[in-house]
């Protein structure tokens, strides 16, 4: 029987992480530990994680980092499998823990798991819809796990179902960690433990049954700027430049809000909501198209641009040519 840990780094995480601590405590199955890192939190999520018996690691704020935080997490941690979420990510049901560890007895190769996000109620059309039909997508038939291999990794790299891996809702075996650990990196700590971890002969696996509530609706300006930065990591790690062809970007935009209208109509929004959630389609696939043009191409932007287009003022841009 494999020693489990349950692992969140925080900051403020207010009521979506009293929740996130709920949901943990109605898991049913395997006991675990619970490990927090939180980074210089002023609205007591410290003492809320303490009080719900977890052991909490304090760091300064400008010790954060997504991978370099992690690693330390999985120092702390005892478990064999250290279960990662985020501090608004809500376990969906009582067995998700369960099925989150039942990726490793799929196959003996697997070091890494994750499962879906759920939109949280009220969550917009356009992010509904994403997060319901991408996840489908990486589902099995009749939503049963996938096991991804390094042979199912595209060539040139790209991304794909197979390197898709998320810390928001995802496990990692100690052992494979001890070889391979999360990369000290701004953005796509994830997706890169998950290429190296395939690279390293490892398998990683997708749970359908594993599911989190946990979406986000930034307001304009905001989403524009971590579409900025994820789009920006996506150039670092995979070398993507999305098409700034205006017809490509115009019929992008057209398509998906389109696509948006549809959907909502399909699940039974009235006429005057179905109207609403258009035009918040379009501004929301808009930004999002400028933010893919401008992400993919931050290592020709001035860094004081890069700066401001950033959501976490990040100056930089570190290609990694992981397929040289």
Same mark, same amino acid.
């Given at each position: 029987?494999?020693?489990?840990?349950?692992?969140?780094?925080?900051?403020?995480?207010?009521?979506?992480?009293?929740?996130?601590?709920?949901?943990?405590?109605?898991?049913?199955?395997?006991?675990?530990?619970?490990?927090?890192?939180?980074?210089?939190?002023?609205?007591?999520?410290?003492?809320?994680?303490?009080?719900?018996?977890?052991?909490?690691?304090?760091?300064?704020?400008?010790?954060?980092?997504?991978?370099? /935080?992690?690693?330390?997490?999985?120092?702390?941690?005892?478990?064999?499998?250290?279960?990662?979420?985020?501090?608004?990510?809500?376990?969906?049901?009582?067995?998700?823990?369960?099925?989150?560890?039942?990726?490793?007895?799929?196959?003996?190769?697997?070091?890494?798991?994750?499962? #879906?996000?759920?939109?949280?109620?009220?969550?917009?059309?356009? /992010?509904?819809?994403?997060?319901?039909?991408?996840?489908?997508?990486?589902?099995?038939?009749?939503?049963?796990?996938?096991?991804?291999?390094?042979?199912?990794?595209?060539?040139?790299?790209?991304?794909?179902?197979?390197?898709?891996? /998320?810390?928001?809702?995802?496990?990692?075996?100690?052992?494979?960690?001890?070889?391979?650990?999360?990369?000290?990196?701004?953005?796509?700590?994830?997706?890169?433990?998950?290429?190296?971890?395939?690279?390293?002969?490892?398998?990683? %696996?997708?749970?359908?049954?594993?599911?989190?509530?946990?979406?986000?609706?930034? #307001?304009?300006?905001?989403?524009?700027?971590?579409?900025?930065?994820?789009?920006?990591?996506?150039?670092?790690?995979?070398?993507?430049?999305?098409?700034?062809?205006?017809?490509?970007?115009?019929?992008?935009?057209?398509?998906?809000?389109?696509?948006?209208?549809?959907?909502?109509?399909?699940?039974?929004?009235?006429?005057?909501?179905?109207?609403?959630?258009?035009?918040?389609?379009?501004?929301?696939?808009?930004?999002? %198209?400028? %933010?893919?043009?401008?992400?993919?191409?931050?290592?020709?932007?001035?860094?004081?641009?890069?700066?401001?287009?950033?959501?976490?003022?990040?100056?930089?841009?570190? #290609?990694?040519?992981?397929?040289?």
């Amino acid at each position: 029987m494999r020693s489990v840990s349950v692992a969140i780094p925080v900051l403020d995480g207010g009521s979506r992480f009293r929740a996130v601590l709920e949901a943990l405590a109605a898991q049913g199955g395997p006991g675990y530990e619970l490990v927090i890192c939180d980074s210089g939190s002023s609205d007591g999520s410290d003492r809320a994680a303490a009080a719900a018996g977890a052991r909490v690691i304090r760091i300064d704020r400008s010790q954060f980092g997504h991978g370099r /935080t992690r690693n330390l997490l999985m120092e702390e941690c005892t478990g064999d499998v250290v279960v990662f979420l985020t501090q608004d990510a809500v376990p969906a049901g009582r067995t998700w823990l369960r099925s989150m560890l039942a990726a490793f007895d799929l196959a003996p190769d697997v070091a890494l798991a994750c499962g #879906p996000y759920l939109p949280i109620p009220g969550a917009s059309v356009a /992010t509904s819809r994403e997060l319901l039909e991408m996840f489908a997508g990486m589902s099995g038939p009749a939503g049963t796990p996938v096991v991804y291999r390094a042979d199912d990794v595209p060539r040139p790299l790209q991304p794909s179902a197979a390197t898709f891996h /998320t810390d928001a809702n995802g496990a990692l075996l100690r052992s494979a960690w001890t070889t391979t650990p999360f990369r000290d990196v701004a953005y796509a700590e994830d997706q890169l433990l998950a290429i190296d971890l395939l690279r390293a002969g490892h398998a990683r %696996a997708f749970v359908p049954a594993a599911a989190v509530v946990h979406s986000h609706d930034y #307001p304009f300006g905001e989403r524009f700027r971590r579409l900025f930065d994820e789009f920006r990591a996506l150039h670092e790690v995979y070398g993507l430049r999305t098409s700034a062809a205006p017809r490509a970007v115009l019929g992008t935009i057209r398509r998906q809000t389109a696509d948006d209208r549809a959907w909502s109509r399909a699940h039974g929004a009235s006429r005057g909501a179905t109207d609403r959630a258009t035009l918040a389609s379009f501004v929301h696939h808009t930004e999002r %198209a400028a %933010a893919s043009v401008a992400g993919t191409r931050a290592d020709r932007l001035p860094p004081s641009v890069r700066r401001r287009c950033s959501r976490d003022g990040i100056a930089g841009v570190a #290609p990694l040519n992981l397929d040289a």
